[in-house]
């Protein structure tokens, strides 16, 4: 933990981060403080919390939100606490405060069992009617805006990075923010009617656990073509590439809370014991926080 937290630990040392600590007697008993942004724009990310159990209170907690608060809706950006110790108390607080709750889980799949993904039987149909396109041969906001569809009712909608009100996700993920892309593995498939869907895999190198294990960073269908076995053949392909390819997992992180959880757990992916537990609450639109 200690390896893991030195470069913070010397940002904040050396006031190269925004941070602000509340003292009791002279020693520290709440803080907080923002991450450095790592060339995205749209959010601030924080964490915040007490030294002690016994140091922790509403009062504290409030000063602390209102700060990071203060600062989200003049830059208008989403606030995400991604981190907070010592203040489970907090909770039900933040929730009356419109903040949303995001319990993501790291789950994994052996790729030896790629075949279980899809009955072969209903391979051909699809094959035959679709096509594999690369994601740099396709308009990007074409992909964005489907993309946009496609997480209108998950609660990880609000992870959408923007630029203004425009959806940037795609290009943020295509450009190695979490990872170079693997190219067979992470495709569009297409048919005559248009975007079926898409999935972009990493090489895993920016995970601190389970590095260098591929990364399945963004996997979405069309809401308009759903139900139609599309999700699972581009994942039974993704997955099967990635076999050819001599890997031997795959991992992910996935909201708990959302359908997309229980899609993987019936194709056989195993949680880890990773998990991460956020709020967020969005300030980057006229609505600023609503």
């Known amino acids: 933990v200690r390896r893991l937290f030195q470069p913070l630990i010397e940002m904040l040392n050396s006031n190269r981060v925004p941070s602000k600590v509340i003292l009791n007697k002279g020693e520290i008993a709440a803080y907080s403080y923002i991450l450095p942004p790592v060339g995205i724009r749209d959010r601030i990310v924080s964490s915040m919390g007490f030294l002690k159990d016994e140091e922790g209170n509403v009062s504290r907690a409030e000063n602390m939100l209102e700060w990071?608060?203060?600062?989200?809706?003049s830059e208008k950006k989403l606030?995400?606490?991604?981190?907070?110790?010592?203040?489970s108390f907090l909770e039900?607080?933040?929730?009356?405060?419109?903040?949303i709750k995001i319990k993501r889980v790291k789950m994994s799949f052996p790729l030896n069992q790629y075949k279980n993904i899809l009955d072969?039987?209903?391979?051909?149909?699809?094959?035959e009617s679709t096509e594999i396109v690369n994601p740099v041969n396709i308009n990007p906001d074409l992909i964005s805006k489907i993309q946009e569809e496609a997480y209108a009712s998950n609660p990880d909608r609000i992870l959408l990075f923007k630029d203004s009100i425009k959806n940037i996700t795609y290009n943020i993920l295509l450009s190695g923010y979490y990872g170079k892309i693997l190219s067979s593995p992470s495709f569009v498939l297409v048919s005559s009617e248009g975007i079926l869907g898409s999935i972009l895999v990493t090489d895993g190198s920016e995970e601190v656990t389970m590095k260098n294990i591929p990364l399945i960073v963004d996997f979405f269908t069309?809401?308009?073509?759903?139900?139609?076995?599309?999700?699972?053949?581009?994942?039974?392909?993704?997955?099967?590439?990635?076999?050819?390819?001599?890997?031997?997992?795959?991992?992910?992180?996935v909201n708990e809370n959302s359908p997309a959880y229980n899609f993987y757990m019936k194709k056989g992916f195993q949680r880890e014991r990773d998990e991460n537990i956020t709020y967020m609450k969005d300030f980057r639109e006229s609505n600023q926080g609503i």
């Open 120 to 127: 072969e039987e209903n391979i051909g149909n699809i094959e």
């Open 222 to 253: 069309n809401p308009s073509f759903r139900n139609a076995g599309n999700g699972s053949f581009i994942l039974y392909k993704s997955l099967r590439n990635l076999f050819l390819l001599g890997f031997k997992k795959v991992q992910l992180w």
């Open 92 to 99: 039900q607080d933040l929730l009356k405060k419109g903040y």
């Open 68 to 73: 990071l608060e203060a600062k989200a809706r």
């Open 79 to 87: 606030l995400i606490l991604d981190g907070i110790y010592n203040a």
